[in-house]
């Protein structure tokens, strides 16, 4: 482990150095002007001339295109003719109100409550059908028949013989028995102002609906409990709504809930929630709601079907435009507007969709100006530029890849990792699996900052040796680990820095079999075996893989 710590200081002195060669190469890449074509964006120069696509002159780039790396938040510059062209239009980020939507079905039904059944109370025959077809509509107070019955011509003549003889408790009961048999109070006022017997007592509605069923002819005999004819009122009318099971939790009697009728062309907001059922039905695995709907021009029929929105959770969110929003693997973003034709992409997390509008939970403060209209065509700029920046960094040797300070500490980490199993073998000593994770977590964090150029590679492979070293039991598995693990950064060491892990007191070797390990320089130590035959490979700029290599048989 002093080795190690030896090998860190020394690293670090070094590092800062790099940072400071890193800082000072941005400054000067950034005072130079770049040139693009008007025709081809995506092709960019760092001299005057032609467009090598067309043949236009190439124009200078006004504030660059997307720049990689830290400084990617500058985002995308477009000069104003390109804006123009691709018909830029920009909303801010606005707060609006609203929550969960809910979608369902739902049909019209009668409500029951307005429904009114005009039974008798006594045997009898319809004398006088005055409404005699069912759909005849009818107000209050309007006649619908009149009805003879001999029981109600007697207890008539009781009440009138009461009046006359002037006991008020002999009238209270002759009254009371009239109305127990089910004689109207307008016709019991009748009777007591005029103090004649009706033969046939008329039966009037009372309520204004429309009479839903009839049973009565003119002449019917009619028993006690038997029901002439029903009234139904259309004024208002219920909704039966089919919950499913799932969203039966995010609907209460507070939730807001909008009807559409498709056949009609009518939409009502805010309508009332009357029932929920506490039950789901095992059939259909949903519950019943129950909504009220004001109906006074009888427009809306029972057996109507409808749209049904429900929303739950109302509450002020963060929101965009829906086509505001892109998507790609990574998730959600916008194209965000800067000022002065920058853009820029910015990662967002996403949440309730609502009429056009999408939650934002994060990634966006209220006011930000985000691209709605010609976002597509801003995309594919940066998007074709970058390609062509990957492109270009794939192609870089790792000799002249530009690496900051804080990547080439992970990939020290690394090498650090090898340095540590190799000095575990040597000591007769199974390595522990747990001091390899730094050396793991610095890998994935290289791999993603990398991507796109020779080093992603090597940080991949390093990873896949490290996958399963907590199953490995014997030395042979060590030893398999520690070879596959500095096969991985060898490119990085040999061709990448040969020069900086030289300085750092590293030294390199492989065996015949391409077995290789990486220790402090001095007396050759093989982990491999005394009778496995090594050689150096010299850390050096100049001769690389070509320089004289000097065997050591152990």
Same mark, same amino acid.
């Given at each position: 482990?002093?080795?190690?710590?030896?090998?860190?200081?020394?690293?670090?002195?070094?590092?800062?150095?790099?940072?400071?060669?890193?800082?000072?190469?941005?400054?000067?890449?950034?005072?130079?002007? $770049?040139?693009?074509?008007?025709?081809?964006?995506?092709?960019?120069?760092?001299?005057?001339?032609?467009?090598?696509?067309?043949?236009?002159?190439?124009?200078?780039?006004?504030?660059?295109?997307? /720049?990689?790396?830290?400084?990617?938040?500058?985002?995308? +510059?477009?000069?104003?003719?390109?804006? *123009?062209?691709?018909?830029?239009?920009?909303?801010?980020?606005? +707060? #609006?109100?609203?929550?969960?939507?809910?979608?369902?079905?739902?049909?019209?039904?009668?409500? *029951?409550?307005?429904?009114?059944?005009? @039974?008798?109370?006594?045997?009898?025959?319809?004398?006088?059908?005055?409404?005699?077809?069912?759909?005849?509509?009818?107000?209050?107070?309007?006649?619908?028949?009149?009805?003879?019955?001999?029981?109600?011509?007697?207890?008539?003549?009781?009440?009138?013989?009461?009046?006359? @003889?002037?006991?008020?408790?002999?009238?209270?009961?002759?009254?009371?028995? =009239?109305? @127990?048999?089910?004689?109207?109070?307008?016709?019991?006022?009748?009777?007591?102002?005029?103090? *004649?017997?009706?033969?046939?007592?008329?039966?009037? #509605?009372? *309520?204004?609906?429309?009479?839903?069923?009839?049973?009565?002819?003119?002449?019917?005999?009619?028993?006690?409990?038997?029901? %002439?004819?029903? /009234?139904?009122?259309?004024?208002?009318?219920?909704?039966?709504?089919?919950?499913?099971?799932?969203?039966?939790?995010?609907?209460?009697?507070?939730?807001?809930?909008?009807?559409?009728?498709?056949?009609?062309?009518?939409?009502?907001?805010?309508?009332?929630?009357?029932?929920?059922?506490?039950?789901?039905?095992?059939?259909?695995?949903? #519950?019943?709601?129950?909504?009220?709907?004001?109906?006074?021009?009888?427009?809306?029929?029972?057996? +109507?079907?409808?749209?049904? +929105?429900?929303?739950?959770?109302?509450?002020?969110?963060?929101?965009?435009?829906?086509?505001?929003? =892109?998507?790609?693997?990574?998730?959600?973003?916008?194209?965000?507007?800067?000022?002065?034709?920058?853009?820029? %992409?910015?990662?967002?997390?996403?949440?309730?969709?609502?009429?056009?509008?999408?939650?934002? $939970?994060?990634?966006?403060?209220?006011?930000?100006?985000?691209?709605?209209?010609?976002?597509?065509?801003?995309?594919?700029?940066?998007?074709?530029?970058?390609?062509?920046?990957?492109?270009?960094?794939?192609?870089?040797?790792?000799?002249? =890849?530009?690496?900051?300070?804080?990547? =080439?500490?992970?990939?020290?980490?690394?090498?650090?990792?090898?340095?540590?199993?190799?000095?575990?073998?040597?000591?007769?000593?199974?390595?522990?699996?747990?001091?390899?994770?730094?050396?793991?977590?610095?890998?994935?964090?290289?791999?993603?900052?990398?991507?796109?150029?020779?080093?992603?590679?090597?940080?991949?492979?390093?990873?896949?040796?490290?996958?399963?070293?907590?199953?490995?039991?014997?030395?042979?598995?060590?030893?398999?680990?520690?070879?596959?693990?500095?096969? #991985?950064?060898?490119?990085?060491?040999?061709?990448?820095?040969?020069?900086?892990?030289?300085?750092?007191?590293?030294?390199?070797?492989?065996?015949?079999?391409?077995?290789?390990?990486? $220790?402090?320089?001095?007396?050759?130590?093989?982990?491999?075996?005394?009778?496995?035959?090594?050689?150096?490979?010299?850390?050096?700029?100049?001769?690389?893989?070509?320089?004289?290599?000097?065997?050591?048989?152990?």
């Amino acid at each position: 482990m002093k080795l190690i710590k030896q090998f860190q200081a020394t690293r670090a002195a070094l590092c800062t150095l790099t940072l400071l060669f890193t800082l000072l190469s941005g400054f000067i890449h950034a005072a130079e002007t $770049q040139y693009t074509c008007p025709m081809h964006p995506h092709y960019i120069s760092d001299s005057f001339g032609t467009c090598p696509i067309c043949g236009m002159d190439l124009v200078e780039l006004e504030g660059g295109a997307v /720049i990689e790396g830290d400084e990617a938040e500058h985002g995308l +510059t477009l000069p104003p003719y390109m804006i *123009q062209r691709t018909g830029v239009r920009i909303k801010p980020a606005e +707060t #609006a109100y609203f929550g969960r939507s809910i979608r369902s079905f739902g049909e019209v039904v009668v409500n *029951q409550r307005l429904q009114t059944d005009v @039974s008798l109370r006594v045997e009898g025959w319809i004398e006088e059908l005055i409404v005699n077809a069912e759909g005849d509509e009818v107000e209050p107070e309007s006649l619908l028949f009149r009805f003879y019955s001999p029981q109600l011509i007697a207890a008539q003549q009781d009440y009138i013989t009461a009046l006359s @003889s002037g006991i008020t408790d002999r009238v209270r009961v002759t009254e009371d028995r =009239l109305r @127990s048999l089910g004689v109207q109070k307008k016709v019991v006022e009748e009777i007591r102002n005029r103090r *004649q017997i009706k033969p046939s007592l008329p039966y009037y #509605a009372e *309520q204004k609906g429309s009479v839903e069923n009839i049973s009565i002819r003119q002449g019917s005999y009619l028993r006690p409990g038997a029901i %002439a004819m029903r /009234i139904q009122s259309y004024e208002k009318v219920w909704v039966r709504v089919n919950l499913a099971e799932q969203d039966i939790s995010f609907v209460n009697r507070e939730s807001r809930v909008d009807v559409d009728f498709p056949s009609i062309g009518i939409h009502r907001e805010n309508v009332t929630i009357d029932y929920i059922s506490p039950a789901v039905e095992e059939a259909t695995r949903t #519950a019943q709601m129950r909504l009220i709907l004001e109906n006074p021009d009888g427009i809306i029929r029972p057996g +109507t079907y409808v749209d049904v +929105t429900i929303m739950s959770d109302i509450r002020p969110r963060l929101a965009v435009p829906y086509e505001s929003v =892109l998507q790609n693997k990574e998730g959600s973003y916008v194209i965000l507007e800067r000022g002065d034709g920058t853009y820029q %992409a910015r990662e967002i997390l996403t949440g309730l969709q609502y009429k056009g509008l999408m939650e934002v $939970q994060a990634g966006l403060a209220e006011g930000d100006q985000v691209v709605v209209s010609g976002q597509f065509l801003i995309d594919s700029e940066s998007s074709l530029r970058e390609s062509f920046r990957r492109m270009e960094k794939l192609a870089l040797s790792l000799a002249e =890849l530009d690496v900051s300070e804080h990547q =080439l500490v992970l990939l020290n980490h690394m090498v650090e990792g090898t340095l540590y199993v190799h000095e575990e073998l040597i000591a007769g000593r199974l390595p522990n699996p747990q001091l390899l994770d730094v050396a793991e977590q610095s890998a994935q964090k290289l791999y993603h900052e990398m991507k796109g150029s020779r080093l992603a590679f090597v940080a991949e492979d390093f990873l896949a040796t490290l996958q399963d070293r907590a199953g490995i039991m014997t030395f042979s598995g060590w030893r398999e680990l520690l070879a596959g693990s500095v096969e #991985a950064i060898e490119p990085w060491v040999l061709e990448g820095r040969p020069r900086y892990y030289n300085e750092l007191g590293l030294a390199f070797f492989t065996t015949e079999d391409r077995r290789s390990w990486i $220790q402090l320089a001095g007396d050759i130590q093989n982990p491999f075996g005394d009778d496995v035959t090594a050689r150096e490979i010299p850390l050096d700029d100049n001769n690389l893989k070509g320089s004289e290599e000097h065997s050591h048989a152990q």
